[in-house]
C-alpha cells in the first residue's frame, strides 16, 4: 500500500502518520523530519535547508524530489510506504508518479485532511515538540506532564522554530498557492479521500482506516 497524508500544516499529518504507520506497518517518510535532521547535523545543505523552512517557504522541487527518490529506493518500503508531507507542489506529484512507474509501483490512495484556518493558527501557535524523539504536544489539549520535559524519553520540549506567527503566515499562504492544487490532481486520478481533520485524534484515524480500507 502507497500511501500520501496531505494537508496543511497543522492539519494533524504527523500524529496520524505514525498510528497508521504502525498500523499497517508501512514506513512513515516524513520530508520535514529528514529536513530538520539534516539541519541539526549542521552540514552545508542543512544551512540551506534552514533558509527556506525558517522563512516558511519550500525547500526547491529538485532538492526535495532527489532526497525523496533515494529514500524509496530503500528495502523497507518494498512493500509500501506512507509518505507525510511530500508532494507539495504538482511538480513534486508528476515527479513522484514518473518514479513509481519507473519502479512498477503507483499511489494507492491519498488522504487530504480537512481543517479550518482558525484552528490551523490555534494548534500551531500551542505545538510543542520534544527534540530528541519527536513527540508532539499541545499546550492547551495535551501539555506534557511535566513543564517541558517529553513524557516519553524525557528530552527537551520546544516549539518549532517555523511555528512562530509570522512564518505560520506564509506556510499556509505557501499550501494554498503551491500544494492545494494538488486536492484537485489527486481527485483526477481517482485516488483521493477527503478526512474531516477538525474531530479527535481517535475518530480522524478511524475515518482514515475506513478510507484505506474502502
Ligand atoms: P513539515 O514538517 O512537513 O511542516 O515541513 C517543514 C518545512 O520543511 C516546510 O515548511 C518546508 O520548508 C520544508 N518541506 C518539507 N517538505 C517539503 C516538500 N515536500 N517540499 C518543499 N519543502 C518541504
Redesign the pocket.
Same mark, same amino acid.
Given at each position: 500500500m502507497n500511501l500520501i497524508l496531505l494537508g496543511p500544516?497543522g492539519a494533524g499529518k504527523g500524529t496520524q502518520a505514525k498510528k497508521i504507520s504502525a498500523k499497517y506497518n508501512l514506513p512513515h517518510i516524513?520530508?520535514?523530519d529528514i %529536513?530538520r535532521e539534516t539541519v541539526q547535523n549542521g552540514s552545508d545543505l542543512g544551512k540551506k535547508l534552514q533558509g527556506?523552512?525558517s522563512a516558511?517557504?519550500? /525547500?526547491p522541487d529538485e532538492v /526535495?524530489i532527489a532526497i525523496v527518490r533515494e529514500r524509496l529506493t530503500k528495502p523497507d518500503t518494498k512493500n509500501g510506504f506512507l509518505l507525510d508531507? %511530500?508532494? $507539495?507542489t504538482i511538480a513534486?506529484a508528476i515527479a513522484l508518479d514518473k518514479e513509481l512507474e519507473k519502479i512498477g509501483k503507483k499511489i494507492s490512495r491519498v488522504i487530504s485532511l480537512t481543517v479550518n484556518e482558525e484552528e490551523i493558527v490555534k494548534r500551531l501557535s500551542s505545538r510543542r515538540v520534544c527534540i530528541s524523539c519527536g513527540a508532539a504536544y499541545n499546550l492547551m489539549t495535551q501539555p506534557p506532564k511535566k513543564e517541558s520535559i517529553c513524557n516519553e524519553c524525557h528530552g527537551q520540549v520546544i516549539q518549532r522554530a517555523?511555528d512562530n506567527a509570522d512564518t505560520v503566515r506564509n $506556510?499556509l499562504k505557501v499550501y494554498d498557492t503551491q500544494t492545494s492544487p494538488l486536492i484537485e490532481y489527486y481527485t483526477n486520478s481517482g485516488v483521493l479521500s477527503s478526512v474531516d481533520g477538525m474531530k479527535t485524534v481517535e475518530e480522524v484515524f478511524k475515518n482514515i482506516c475506513a478510507a484505506i480500507e474502502k
Open positions: 500544516p516524513s520530508t520535514g %529536513f527556506f523552512m516558511g517557504a519550500l /525547500v /526535495v508531507g %511530500f508532494p $507539495r513534486q517555523d $506556510r
